[in-house]
């Protein structure tokens, strides 16, 4: 599982996930993901790269979305692919932290 | 409800030991299994999201993380109804997970409940369930409609 970030203007910070949001993904990104968490208010997570998610990868991603709220900021989702976006939903993830498909949308949304 | 169906092969078959660690042996089984038998992408995607639900919630809340002789076992074999169905067995305390009731989708915050959505994802992705206690532990059926 592969974790890198890249600046936005605005503040705004994208991290891009790369690889399976398994147990094993999961646990590969948490340390970093409470990182960003902890420091920054406007965080956009790319999903572009990600194969797969189950609920410790859901888990992954709540964790820092509420961390980010509780501080005043916001954390949005991009790009899941057809699968990954129907976990989102069925877990009803998607109601509480918006996903995306176009990059400024999502942008303009962490504005 | 799914048949008792037997493996077909050696390769239908996987034994872990019931530690989370053991569980990054699970993907490359499901890719073997799903290419043995042409399974496409999206019956793939949703097998390999109930086995790890249904898996790692055996590990986590089964109580047998920490017994070194305790081991989750997984068999895949086509039922006559046209399902692919792996059965999962294990030796832990009689638990039936298709009793458990899904978390609320959002708490009485208005949050996203952190865990608990894993029999939900269970519930939704897989094409039929069936729980039943064994003498020794817990057997789980998962089937799954296999496009032809």
């Keep these: 599982m592969g ?44 999903l572009t790269k990600v194969s797969f998610i189950g609920s410790m990868g859901l888990r992954a991603l709540v964790l820092p979305a509420r961390a980010i709220k509780n501080h005043g900021g916001k954390m949005v989702l991009l790009n899941p692919n057809e699968n990954v976006a129907q976990v989102l939903k069925t877990s009803g993830i998607d109601t509480l932290l918006p996903v995306y498909h176009d990059l400024e949308l999502a942008s303009a949304a962490l504005q | 409800m799914a048949s008792n169906a037997e493996p077909d092969s ?40 109930c086995l790890e639900e249904a898996i790692s919630n055996i590990i986590r809340h089964g109580h047998v993380e920490t017994a070194a002789e305790s081991t989750v076992t997984i068999a895949c074999a086509a039922s006559p109804d046209g399902q692919l169905v792996f059965t999962v067995e294990d030796n832990a305390p009689p638990f039936n997970p298709l009793a ?35 003498p020794t532990g817990n057997r789980l059926r998962i089937g799954f409609v296999i496009e032809r």
């Design chain 1, 3 to 46: 974790i890198a970030t890249e600046e936005l203007p605005g503040g705004i910070l994208r991290v891009i996930l790369d690889g399976s949001l398994d147990i094993t993904g999961a646990s590969a990104i948490d340390l970093q993901m409470n990182i960003i968490a902890g420091s920054r208010k406007a965080v956009l997570v790319d």
């Design chain 2, 10 to 49: 050696s390769a239908d078959r996987l034994v872990l030991p019931a530690k989370l660690s053991a569980m990054e042996r699970l993907p490359p089984w499901i890719e073997a299994v799903a290419k043995n038998r042409s399974i496409d992408d999206r019956t793939r995607f949703a097998i390999h999201l």
């Design chain 2, 100 to 134: 458990a009731p899904a978390m609320p989708i959002v708490d009485a915050n208005g949050e996203i409940p952190i865990g608990g959505h894993g029999i939900r994802l269970l519930r939704n992705f897989a094409g039929s369930l069936d729980y039943e206690p064994t």
